[in-house]
Each structure stands twice: as C-alpha cells, then as structure tokens.
C-alpha cells in the first residue's frame, strides 16, 4: 500500500514539475520583444512591431507599422524616379511630374504572418510583431507585376501603330500613364524583394523613353491657326502661347503645316447702349485628312457690360483668353499626362 502512495506522490509531483517548467517557459520573454530585427533580419524579412494596450491592438498596430513602411517607402521612390525620369530625357526641368498628393493612397497587403502577442507585466504593454517573408511574397506578387508589364507594353504598341503624329502623342499619354502604374507595382517589388525586382531593369528603361518619344512627335505637329471674331490678337495671341508652351510648333501660315486649328470666338451679346456680352471660344485642331484630333470649348459665364461692343470685347475677351489657356493646358497635360 506504501508503495502505491509514494508512486501516485511521485507521479503528481512530476506533473507539476512538468506544469511548473510549462509556466516558466511561457513566462519567459521572447527574444523578438527586444530584438525582432535580429530574430527576423532584414534580408529575408520584412518585420515591424506593435506595442499597445491590449492583444488585439498590438497585432493591429504591428500591421498599420507594415502599411505605413510600404507607402511611405513606394511614394518617395516613385516621385524620385518618375522625376529624374522626365529631367533625364529633356523635358523641361521646372515642370512638376508628380504634384503633393501622394501617389499610392492605399496598400494591399499579404503574406503577413503574426507572433503570437506577449505581455509585459512590467510596462503592462502587450507586443507582437508582423512579419513577412521576403520569398514567399514574390511569389505571390510577381504575377501583379507582370500584368502590370503586359498592359504597359500593351498601349505601347498601340502608340507605335498610330500614324497621325498628334493622336500618336495621345496614345504614348496613355502608355505613359499605365507606365506609371507599372513603376508602382515595381517599387512595391523592390520593398518585397530587390534581388527579384532587379530583373525588370530595362522595362524601367523602357518607360523612361516615353516623354521624349512624345517630345519628338510633337515636333511633328505644327499648327496653323485660323481665328475668326477676335479682338485684337488677344485670343490668337494667347492660344498660340499656350501650344507653343506645350511643345508644338505654331505657323503664321498654312503651307507646310498638317494640322489647322479653326477658332471661332462668339461675344454673344445683349442689348445695346449698354451691351451685354458673355464671349465663349470654340476650338477644333483637324490634320489634313480632316481627322478632328483635339478640340475646345471655353465660356465666361459672367456678363461684361459697356457702352459698346468693342469696348466690352476689350474688357473680357483678356478673361476668356486666360480661362481658355488653362483649359487648354490641362486638357493637354491629361493626353500627354508627363506634364
């Protein structure tokens, strides 16, 4: 009977041995709460680490960490690249490729994996850090990528196969823009895995070739303007400006040029001693098939009043001209989209 008692004694104290080593070793702070960087290194690792209140929200801020590392990352990049892009081919320097809103509003992540949370009793914070596997992500996202490539190089050949110089300059706008979105994924690449994005060196190149490729088609395109119910040049004047500033070549006549943008100018007036007018503008620029290739429409919608119609022109067709010069110029900025 003794021996069975000292055995069951013995057996229970084993299991809380057992119990007790169990309880240390949970207890037991984990080497990534004070140095996740060396327990998840950075070669083969993308790790952050949230500290928080609660489980829920250490997990919930190690991922945000994530989040904000690749779009903070992915903005500074691709602002950099695009721009040194555009320096590097001869476009004009003081034009602002990428404006203040940043580029990648939002981040798609995956492949996240999670420590399990410990708490430090001391600091009574709860930890836990997300992390991802630099391997196993390409393998995921490489076929984001090349879709990304596919479109790209998809709106080039369409450019190349246009034979109208100034719908050519339209179709290498769009490629440019979808050459935007391929620089994007490549820079999410390159924080996944530089080593795998590196292969898409030359389609980096490629892209970069767009705005001189526009460049060089708008070369091409020179214009003859035909203006009707202007008053003193002031239209005329201003619409050559803007061309002119947007890499086209403007001729005071006809010969030799493939394109004619016709301008009409209506003052639209109103009554008479005083006269009422709200001047518009119409602009149509056809090639020499009569394909319409661009086109305009400006109006001032607030009345000029004088004593006389060439007196109101004088006051508000400066208004149009200016509205019309904007309009053109972001209408422009969109097709060629470098600008």
């Given at each position: 009977?003794?021996?069975?008692?000292?055995?069951r004694?013995?057996?229970?104290?084993?299991?809380?041995?057992?119990?007790?080593l169990?309880?240390?070793k949970?207890?037991?702070?984990?080497d990534?709460?004070?140095?996740?960087?060396?327990?998840?290194p950075?070669?083969?690792y993308?790790?952050?680490?949230?500290?928080?209140?609660?489980?829920e929200?250490?997990?919930?801020?190690?991922?945000a960490q994530?989040?904000?590392?690749?779009q903070?990352?992915?903005?500074?990049?691709?602002?950099?690249?695009?721009?040194?892009v555009?320096?590097?081919?001869?476009?004009d320097?003081?034009?602002?490729?990428?404006?203040?809103?940043?580029?990648?509003?939002q981040?798609?992540?995956?492949?996240?994996?999670?420590?399990?949370?410990?708490y430090?009793k001391?600091?009574k914070?709860?930890?836990?850090?997300?992390y991802?596997?630099?391997?196993?992500?390409?393998v995921?996202?490489?076929?984001?990528?090349?879709v990304a490539k596919?479109?790209?190089?998809?709106?080039?050949?369409n450019?190349?196969?246009?034979?109208?110089?100034?719908?050519?300059?339209?179709?290498y706008?769009r490629a440019?823009?979808s050459?935007?979105?391929?620089l994007e994924?490549?820079?999410?690449?390159r924080?996944l895995n530089?080593?795998?994005?590196?292969?898409?060196?030359?389609?980096?190149?490629?892209?970069?070739?767009i705005?001189?490729?526009?460049?060089?088609?708008?070369?091409?395109?020179?214009?003859?303007?035909s203006?009707?119910?202007?008053y003193?040049?002031?239209?005329?004047?201003?619409?050559?400006?803007?061309?002119?500033?947007?890499?086209?070549?403007?001729?005071?006549?006809?010969?030799?040029?493939?394109?004619?943008?016709?301008?009409?100018?209506?003052?639209?007036?109103?009554?008479?001693?005083?006269v009422?007018?709200?001047?518009?503008?119409?602009?149509k620029?056809?090639?020499k098939?009569?394909?319409?290739?661009?086109?305009n429409?400006?109006?001032?919608?607030?009345k000029?009043?004088?004593?006389?119609l060439e007196?109101?022109?004088?006051k508000?067709?400066?208004?149009l001209?200016?509205?019309?010069?904007?309009?053109?110029?972001?209408?422009?900025?969109?097709?060629?989209?470098?600008?």
């Amino acid at each position: 009977m003794k021996k069975i008692v000292t055995k069951r004694l013995f057996s229970s104290a084993a299991v809380l041995f057992a119990a007790f080593l169990c309880f240390a070793k949970a207890s037991k702070m984990p080497d990534w709460v004070t140095d996740y960087r060396t327990v998840y290194p950075d070669s083969e690792y993308i790790v952050q680490r949230g500290r928080a209140d609660t489980e829920e929200t250490s997990r919930t801020e190690a991922i945000a960490q994530i989040a904000r590392y690749f779009q903070t990352s992915v903005n500074a990049n691709l602002k950099t690249s695009i721009q040194s892009v555009s320096s590097g081919l001869n476009v004009d320097e003081t034009t602002t490729v990428i404006n203040d809103v940043d580029v990648m509003s939002q981040v798609d992540l995956f492949a996240v994996e999670y420590t399990d949370p410990y708490y430090n009793k001391k600091e009574k914070k709860w930890y836990c850090v997300a992390y991802i596997n630099r391997e196993n992500a390409w393998v995921q996202y490489k076929p984001t990528v090349d879709v990304a490539k596919s479109e790209f190089y998809a709106m080039c050949k369409n450019a190349e196969k246009e034979t109208d110089s100034f719908s050519k300059c339209t179709a290498y706008g769009r490629a440019w823009k979808s050459g935007i979105k391929f620089l994007e994924k490549l820079e999410y690449a390159r924080i996944l895995n530089p080593k795998k994005e590196a292969a898409y060196s030359a389609d980096r190149t490629t892209v970069s070739e767009i705005p001189s490729l526009i460049s060089q088609e708008q070369q091409n395109c020179r214009i003859y303007l035909s203006v009707s119910g202007d008053y003193g040049n002031i239209i005329s004047s201003a619409i050559t400006e803007v061309f002119s500033k947007n890499g086209f070549m403007i001729s005071k006549s006809s010969g030799g040029t493939n394109y004619t943008a016709q301008i009409f100018v209506e003052s639209n007036a109103q009554g008479s001693d005083p006269v009422s007018i709200f001047p518009s503008l119409d602009l149509k620029i056809t090639s020499k098939d009569g394909r319409t290739v661009f086109s305009n429409q400006t109006k001032v919608h607030a009345k000029t009043v004088a004593y006389s119609l060439e007196n109101a022109q004088k006051k508000a067709f400066p208004v149009l001209a200016d509205e019309a010069a904007k309009a053109i110029s972001e209408q422009l900025s969109k097709l060629f989209a470098y600008k």
